[in-house]
């Protein structure tokens, strides 16, 4: 019995200072999957986003003076999951970050009504770009679109395009059809052959058709736009098939680490574009290692810490930490409510110098935003695997701004049009 | 004591053969829809409308319609997310086409085309039953997805393959899309599935339910009474299609707001499949009882933690209940194998002769 009531007065206790604490706090919930079939791509990028905000909370007591009281809302990624935990976290939150194109598409209509920012750094929907159409949702550094452009642009480089033949292996999936329309206007520009070969959701793990497809239409490139299992299945495939690597290239989520590791030596030369990268020697990550990680704070693994993904979560963090910082600074108040954080994550000017400051160097490339430019651009690298961990492989490549975002507008138009009345940011004059 | 009938006499066949011979019954459903069209609008939030109230009611229809076809009629089927895809996509041509259509009227008429595809995919089952059956539904539920996604008419060429639904007015009221009030959306799908409900209720105690309980308990006995099998299955694919498909209209349309043609996929028939287990074959009540602990309980023991103040990660939370909800599953099927309706029942019973045990 008195374990009972000790039990009981400790859960007591617990709840009172569960509740001080959210009562303060700058509430940015992040819909995380670390179960269900994506969880191990998942894993690395939700500790890295956390480690980011940890690090901040114990480092600089918070953002402005204020926590930040990031929480987890699992989804294993599923849409069904996604939306109940934005229901559940809208009332409070400043921010929600959907972490699926699904839960993305799903949550996009809601934003004008519910005026919460979405923050999708490099994933949800390519025309989010254009901020007057989508006054509420955001994809910097850089949509995908800009990532297929980098591919091509470096292809470029390699040699010219035309008469060529590209496959695109994508998964079929509103994330992997999501480059389409670019490449398809591409491909007419630059005279190559674009050859879409769509990879269902339940034939990730085996791609022996389309690979079989591949190996008879000899494409002169693969790009792949891959997700979670997909991507080891289509590695490993690609290596049986002895498909000469270095004219492989995938998108940013199909970078991860640990895909490569499987085939490791002979994954060589496979190359993936990137808008982030991990640097050892940032300060950054000095700071994780000593506030979060020495502390025990932190739910990451030793060999995850270097990973791409990783620091990609902690760029992440540190984009949405940097636009409460500017709302801050602009709205005068360390509280900052979702309309002021949208103000911040619009006007973000992530210069070189900036990012020194907040001890990023070398790990995300220079951006800026603005009200009509929600994507910032910024260009990418592309990684190759070395056959040990990624390296870069290309200096910063900036993407075809003229052609994307004439591509942005008019989608974005479709869109507006499909779900009027559809508010539009009429203020801004950029 | 609460359900004593003593003294309650029928004088007349129509008083006997009433929907609820016994007062209790009518006035527990009376304090039901009380609840359900008064009290929970008045009360509850936008986190209960949208995780609990709708999807329930929805989960729920969607389960009335495959009870139609499994439970009485005996037609065993994998292919309900197909249909109810059907549903949907339907119901999104029409109002993409006719932009003027009462959304309602959309949704109930988007059924007629699940129905459609529902007899088409039935007609193996007059040559073929059981398990074979359901490898037959199963080929609708491989080909329909197949379809949704390779028919680029049918999402209107989007470029994301995702059909999103629009604003959509009744009456000056937004009642679909991003700009609908969640409580709007709820009285419509709770006016959907009451009228759906009072339908099959009828349907199934009729003529028709009749000979599909027959076709179900013995398809050469029932032949041999002079039931039409082909007529009695067939109709049986028909009317179950059509809930099916009013369901799906009303899943994507009145909650998701988007869907992607994987959406439709074998899990969603699956747990459409485990709901009329769990809530009891050849019942309407089941359904209802199976959405609530399928559909609602994940969704409560997920803010539990939260509400007591337990600080365990949102990933724990996750594994714990699908843990408990898989344990909870086990434990209702083996105190009960006929699914909650029948435990229900069997407590009304107890009930009508308590205190005393015979």
């Known amino acids: 019995m008195k374990h009972v009531a000790k039990l009981a007065a400790a859960a007591a206790l617990g709840a009172l200072m569960g509740s001080t604490a959210l009562a303060e706090g700058l509430y940015t919930p992040n819909l995380a999957y670390r179960t269900g079939p994506f969880a191990a791509t998942g894993i690395p990028l939700m500790n890295g986003q956390a480690d980011y905000m940890a690090m901040l909370n114990a480092r600089d007591g918070g953002i402005g003076g204020v926590m930040v009281d990031f929480e987890e809302c699992e989804t294993g990624y599923s849409t069904e999951k996604g939306v109940e935990c934005y229901e559940k976290t809208k009332g409070k939150a400043i921010v929600t970050q959907p972490w699926s194109t699904g839960i993305t598409l799903q949550v996009l209509p809601k934003t004008n009504v519910d005026e919460i920012p979405i923050l999708a750094p490099g994933y949800g929907f390519s025309p989010m770009a254009d901020g007057k159409v989508f006054q509420w949702a955001f994809n910097a550094p850089l949509s995908y679109w800009d990532g297929a452009s980098i591919i091509l642009k470096f292809l470029q480089d390699q040699g010219d395009l035309s008469g060529k033949k590209v496959a695109f292996l994508h998964l079929d999936h509103p994330f992997g059809k999501e480059p389409l329309p670019y490449l398809e206007t591409k491909a007419e520009a630059l005279g190559f052959e674009l050859l879409p070969i769509p990879v269902g959701l339940k034939e990730m793990q085996n791609q022996s058709a389309q690979w079989l497809q591949i190996r008879r239409e000899r494409p002169d490139y693969v790009i792949m736009w891959g997700w979670g299992a997909m991507n080891a299945g289509a590695i490993t495939e690609a290596v049986k098939t002895k498909f000469p690597m270095e004219n492989m290239l995938g998108v940013w989520w199909s970078g991860h680490d640990a895909d490569l590791d499987i085939v490791g030596e002979e994954g060589k030369g496979y190359k993936s574009v990137s808008w982030s990268f991990p640097n050892p020697d940032a300060p950054v990550m000095a700071d994780v290692k000593q506030h979060v990680i020495d502390a025990g704070k932190s739910q990451a693994s030793a060999d995850e810490l270097d990973g791409v993904f990783y620091s990609r979560g902690l760029v992440i963090s540190a984009i949405l930490a940097e636009g409460i910082h500017v709302a801050q600074e602009h709205f005068d108040k360390a509280e900052i409510s979702p309309s002021d954080l949208r103000w911040g994550l619009e006007n973000l000017d992530m210069s070189e110098a900036r990012l020194d400051e907040l001890g990023l160097t070398g790990m995300v490339p220079p951006f800026s935003t603005s009200c009509s430019n929600h994507a910032g651009h910024s260009g990418g690298w592309i990684l190759e695997w070395d056959g040990a961990k990624f390296v870069k492989a290309s200096d910063l490549i900036m993407p075809d701004s003229e052609a994307i975002s004439e591509l942005e507008l008019s989608r974005a138009k479709e869109y507006a049009e499909a779900n009027a009345p559809w508010p539009v940011n009429e203020d801004c004059k950029m | 004591m609460l359900y004593r009938t003593a003294g309650q006499f029928k004088t007349s066949y129509q008083a006997d053969q009433a929907l609820f011979p016994v007062r209790q019954d009518a006035v527990l459903l009376g304090v039901v829809l009380l609840f359900a069209w008064v009290i929970f609008p008045l009360t509850a939030s936008e986190f209960a409308f949208q995780t609990l109230l709708i999807p329930i009611l929805i989960y729920s229809l969607a389960a009335l319609g495959l009870n139609l076809l499994t439970g009485y009629a005996g037609q065993l089927s994998l292919g309900t997310a197909a249909f109810m895809g059907v549903g949907a996509y339907a119901c999104y041509k029409l109002v993409t086409l006719m932009p003027w259509l009462n959304p309602v009227v959309a949704i109930l008429f988007s059924g007629a085309f699940s129905a459609g595809v529902g007899v088409a995919f039935g007609i193996p089952s007059l040559r073929i039953k059981g398990f074979y059956l359901a490898i037959a539904t199963l080929a609708a539920q491989f080909f329909l997805v ?213």
């Open chain 2, 146 to 358: 197949w379809l949704f996604e390779k028919w680029g008419w049918l999402y209107n060429y989007n470029a994301s393959g995702a059909i999103q639904v629009p604003n959509l007015e009744m009456f000056g009221v937004y009642v679909a899309g991003p700009q609908a009030s969640s409580v709007v959306q709820y009285f419509v799908v709770l006016a959907v599935v009451t009228l759906m409900t009072l339908v099959c209720i009828n349907l199934t105690r009729g003529n028709l339910g009749r000979s599909w309980k027959a076709t179900r308990d013995m398809d050469i006995a029932a032949e041999l009474i002079g039931i039409n099998l082909m007529r009695s299955k067939l109709t049986a694919f028909a009317v179950s299609s059509y809930v099916v498909g009013v369901a799906g209209a009303l899943f994507v349309f009145m909650w998701r707001g988007a869907a992607e043609p994987n959406l439709f996929d074998i899990p969603l028939s699956f747990r459409i499949l485990f709901i009329a287990i769990i809530g009891g074959l050849g019942s309407i009540l089941g359904n209802y009882l199976g959405a609530i602990l399928i559909v609602g309980l994940p969704v409560l023991l997920n803010t539990l933690p939260e509400a007591l103040g337990l600080p365990i990660s949102s990933a724990t939370v996750e594994h714990l209940n699908i843990m408990i909800v898989g344990s909870l599953i086990v434990f209702f099927l083996i105190i009960e194998p006929h699914g909650l309706a029948r435990l229900w029942a069997l407590i009304r019973e107890k009930l009508i002769i308590w205190p005393f045990p015979h």
